[in-house]
């Protein structure tokens, strides 16, 4: 029985997982992500990666630039020249004065700049000289599904064609325009306009209330790309550079309600005031976290107990050999030594020529001096005197100097 106890528990197993699977509730395991983000690298429902990825058909030839700075700080663009486009899709267009007064130089010297936003700035409501309704609602549960609807206006548009898609709309709209300079390009389905058309020297100002129907959800229903191209349509042709701006989409707004945020115990403790209005808590908490980084800072010294000097190793041989060397020239037993360096010799000399020496006959002389290359001659005289020390003759101190001479001009040439 025990045999058959892991097959049994892999069965049981792998039953309990076709039965979660079977019964599983498939609606939540695909839940429509709902968040708005409008970047472009984003496949999410509410981003703009089909937007971004369908600009080199929509303007063929032109190169596309990521700003993520001020207008007027673009990088590798000259806003003196023509035939480009400015893309910015946000959820708040907040350019102040400053701002909108590059936006529209660039635009009077023969450019297009399109923005796409549910708010827009007062200074902007100002240039235009219109009014905007936003609202914070994001899509109207008292309408059905496939009930968000938009149109573009015939002319400049050649036909009326209704798109629409079951995702999220702001519903925002302009409530008043200056029908004199402002050209009404596209409305919601209450007929409220929401893109518009100015112009600006030599140049377009389009502005769309509707970020949401540039996204990949409304872009990606049915055929709704053929509203991305009739927008596209009405910039001009032959759009030689693109600058898509997410300066206003990564920007902070400065008018937004900082009391509606939900805080934190941090910053309710450091908020809290006394009688007299200070505030001690944050007074504390500065102190401390000042104490804690010198201490931090105190205990990074380093700290280790002295390196000792290491002197460098000594050549414990070469002191050997000197002093055996030192002993025998010490007590004059110059032919010993001599055997000595006779023996070193002829070790060498089979080591390194591979040369038998048990016959050290003028033969041996003649092909140790072919391979080593040294003066036969010399090499004779080395040979001969190794034979005389075979002979056990007394060895002067001169000649223990001359024998040295001769093998050291032999180490060295050979």
């Known amino acids: 029985m025990k045999k058959y106890l892991p097959y049994l528990l892999a069965l049981a197993g792998l039953t309990a997982i076709l039965v979660l699977f079977l019964t599983g509730d498939k609606r939540n395991r695909k839940q429509l992500d709902e968040r708005v983000t409008l970047h472009r690298m984003d496949k999410r429902p509410y981003a703009t990666w089909v937007f971004f990825r369908e600009l080199p058909v929509l303007f063929p030839g032109a190169e596309v630039r990521v700003n993520q700075h001020e207008p007027g700080n673009w990088d590798s663009v000259r806003t003196g020249e023509g035939r480009q486009l400015y893309i910015s899709i946000s959820d708040r267009f907040g350019a102040d004065r400053e701002e909108l007064d590059e936006l529209i130089s660039f635009a009077r010297a023969g450019n297009d700049v399109l923005v796409v936003a549910r708010y827009i700035s007062a200074a902007a409501d100002e240039w235009l000289g219109v009014s905007s309704s936003s609202s914070e609602i994001s899509y109207n549960p008292d309408l059905p599904d496939n009930d968000v609807q938009v149109t573009l206006r015939t002319p400049p548009f050649t036909d009326t064609v209704y798109f629409q898609y079951p995702g999220r709309s702001y519903f925002s709209f302009f ?139 000594r050549n414990e041989s070469l002191d050997f050999v000197k002093t055996i060397g030192q002993l025998y020239y010490g007590k004059g037993d110059h032919l010993n030594l001599c055997r000595k360096m006779a023996a070193y010799f002829l070790e060498h000399v089979r080591s390194k020529y591979k040369l038998p020496t048990g016959n050290l006959n003028e033969e041996f002389v003649r092909h140790l001096h072919y391979k080593s290359g040294f003066p036969e001659q010399e090499l004779q005289r080395i040979v001969d005197f190794i034979r005389e020390l075979e002979l056990g003759e007394n060895i002067s101190a001169a000649d223990l100097a001359r024998f040295h001479r001769q093998l050291e001009s032999f180490y060295q040439k050979a």
């Open 175 to 313: 409530t008043n325009i200056n029908s004199s300079r402002t050209q009404v390009l596209g409305e919601d389905r209450s007929g409220h306009p929401h893109f518009i058309r100015l112009r600006a020297g030599a140049g377009n100002v389009f502005v769309h209330l509707e970020p949401l129907v540039f996204s990949n959800y409304f872009l990606l229903h049915e055929e709704n790309l053929r509203y991305l191209e009739q927008v596209a349509s009405v910039i001009r042709p032959g759009i030689r550079n693109i600058i898509w701006d997410e300066y206003f989409l990564r920007q902070k707004p400065s008018y937004a309600d900082n009391n509606n945020r939900k805080k934190g115990w941090m910053s309710v403790l450091m908020g809290m005031k006394n009688e007299e209005g200070k505030e001690p808590f944050r007074a504390a908490i500065w102190l401390l976290a000042g104490l804690l980084l010198l201490y931090v800072l105190l205990e990074m010294r380093r700290r280790q107990r002295p390196i000792p000097v290491i002197r460098k190793p």
